[in-house]
Nanobody, 115 residues
Framework: QVQVAESGGGLVQPGGSLRLSCAAS????????MAWYSQALGKQRELVAA???????NYPDSVKGRFTISRDNAKNTVYLQMDSLKPEDTAIYYC?????????WGQGTQVTVSS
């Protein structure tokens, strides 16, 4: 069984920073890509950042230059450094872990950007 657990969410003021972490554990096969998605209230889940096993990254324009994804393959862990946060970044952030055959999801962590 595979577990995916996020941590690091919380309340932050506009312009502030947060660092999210996500660890995959259990009987997990080789991990290819890892990614973060956000889902704001009443909206669809959207890709925030993705990173391939070799380190290539992908970001939508809305977070380029503000968010940075990184990973530690030895620990099956992925991180999301979020800087210059805006109120519109408020959402539940989900971690996803992609293997050759399956995508695993965490339960999500709430990020609220408000003064």
């Amino acid at each position: 069984q595979v577990q995916v657990a996020e941590s690091g969410g919380g309340l932050v003021q506009p312009g502030g920073s947060l660092r999210l972490s996500c660890a995959a554990s259990g009987s997990i096969p080789r991990i290819n890509a890892m990614a973060w998605y956000s889902q704001a209230l009443g909206k669809q889940r959207e890709l925030v950042a993705a990173i391939a096993r070799g380190g290539r990254t992908n970001y939508p324009d809305s977070v380029k230059g503000r968010f940075t994804i990184s990973r530690d393959n030895a620990k099956n862990t992925v991180y999301l450094q979020m800087d210059s946060l805006k109120p519109e970044d408020t959402a539940i952030y989900y971690c996803s872990v992609w293997t050759l055959s399956t995508t695993y999801w965490g339960q999500g962590t709430q990020v609220t950007v408000s003064s």
